[in-house]
């Protein structure tokens, strides 16, 4: 089993990394970091999905072909408590009320419990497609969660 791709991301005398401990990180003008606005409750939409198309064989009925045809993604959805004064706010408030997208990346770490990034994904070519805030209710004792959802046009798995 030499194909380094096939190999696990935790080494035998490791656990297997929690999903609890990671960053998000906006980065502005796809390079510079945002770091005002990382911290997340949590994070998902993190899928990709080749489609495929069914050719089916004249006179064959006992299977078809698959054939991939494109790769699509679900929307990148971010949950957090209400951040006042945030740069991503003011971000995707112009983006609501104007219609004008300045699409970024932005980059989510898997840290290990030195604080280390173990894996990322990079999400190219980000820009809002919902914004919404939790309900208001004086009967609940909870924090505001603020929730974003945004759409991608590619995201890579990098190990580091």
Not at 54 to 77: A, Q
Not at 93 to 109: I, K
Not at 144 to 152: F, G, K, Q
Request: glycine share 6%.
């Amino acid at each position: 089993m030499n194909n380094p791709l096939l190999l696990p991301a935790f080494t035998l005398n490791e656990n297997p990394p929690v999903g609890f401990f990671f960053a998000v990180t906006f980065l502005i003008g796809g390079f510079i970091p945002n770091p005002l606005d990382i911290r997340f409750q949590r994070v998902s939409g993190m899928t990709s999905t080749i489609e495929t198309t069914e050719v089916r064989e004249g006179g064959e009925n006992l299977f078809v072909h698959r054939l991939p045809t494109r790769v699509t993604y679900d929307n990148l959805v971010l949950e957090r408590g209400m951040v006042i004064g945030s740069v991503l706010n003011v971000e995707f408030n112009v983006a609501m009320s104007t219609l004008r997208f300045e699409p970024g990346n932005v980059l989510v770490m898997l840290l290990n419990a030195k604080e280390t990034p173990i894996a990322a994904w990079l999400f190219q070519e980000t820009y809002p497609l919902k914004w919404s805030v939790s309900d208001l209710d004086a009967n609940q004792n909870s924090v505001v969660i603020d929730t974003m959802e945004l759409a991608y046009t590619r995201f890579q798995s990098l190990r580091i």
